[in-house]
């Protein structure tokens, strides 16, 4: 029995992708998630960016390979080099930008039509800290973030703090109806951060794990040799997308 309590849980690669607006903190909640950490000014993504983490799960261990995808327009059409063979999508949009939530759901339309069957997607509105729900609500910090993909901005609060314009029930309500999983988080403060990808860890089918052991599902996000083994290790590579396009540079362009 006591061999049996102290056998390794198996382990499982699952490949991710975040997709949405330039600005709205895709880079911010990867860089929360694998390194607990937070940069006030970080530099926007240039084509693509690769890093690895596990979830610990009570029965099994996943491993995240994620492909955070640039946000700016020049990038939207080789987005489906990144979505190919995805398990899991991050569709993020910026609480304080209305337009932003338009393109997530352009996004998830997208995904819905071409990518992989069975995905799991998750809508995750980013920048709660610039709201004041944070400070009411069971949040452990309230503050005022600027971007974390384009530089500062002040997002138009209002007397009272809060630059809140999408409302959670607006954007639940569209999740809801297409079945998505759904959360506010703050990449500043981590709130909810690690909620999301556990809970989309959870969410991934076990018929889509197993296919998933030889390297998340079939390319794309290069092999399991780059899994981080804590917040503090991780394997980042960037894909500069502004060269000639390579037809088979998805394959194992992390590794």
């Not at 983490?53 to 489906?80: M, V, Y």
């Not at 393109?103 to 992989?116: D, I, N």
């Not at 409302?167 to 951060?193: I, M, P, Q, R, W």
Request: glycine content about 10%.
């Amino acid at each position: 029995m006591a061999d049996l309590a102290n056998a390794p849980k198996p382990s499982s690669s699952v490949k991710l992708v975040l997709l949405g607006e330039a600005a709205v903190g895709k880079s911010s909640l990867v860089l929360r998630f694998v390194n607990n950490d937070f940069q006030e000014n970080k530099e926007p993504t240039i084509g693509a960016a690769f890093l690895t983490q596990k979830c610990n799960l009570p029965t099994r261990t996943i491993k995240f390979e994620i492909w955070d995808t640039a946000g700016q327009e020049r990038f939207a059409s080789l987005a489906p080099m990144y979505y190919r063979n995805a398990q899991a999508a991050l569709v993020v949009y910026d609480l304080t930008k209305p337009a932003s939530l338009v393109k997530a759901k352009h996004w998830v339309a997208e995904l819905q039509r071409q990518a992989s069957p069975g995905i799991v997607i998750a809508l995750v509105g980013n920048k709660l800290d610039l709201t004041n729900d944070e400070s009411t609500s069971t949040a452990t910090t309230a503050s005022a973030e600027n971007s974390s993909e384009g530089g500062a901005e002040s997002n138009g609060a209002d007397d009272s703090g809060d630059a809140r314009k999408v409302s959670t029930d607006e954007a639940k309500t569209y999740a809801d109806e297409e079945g998505l999983l759904f959360f506010e988080t703050s990449a500043k403060t981590g709130h909810n951060v690690t909620e999301v990808f556990t809970a989309i860890a959870n969410a991934i089918p076990e018929t889509s794990l197993k296919s998933a052991r030889g390297g998340a599902g079939g390319g794309g996000a290069g092999g399991g040799g780059n899994a981080a083994h804590g917040a503090g290790r991780s394997e980042e590579q960037r894909v500069n997308l502004n060269g000639p396009r390579d037809p088979n540079a998805k394959e194992g362009c992390a590794c």
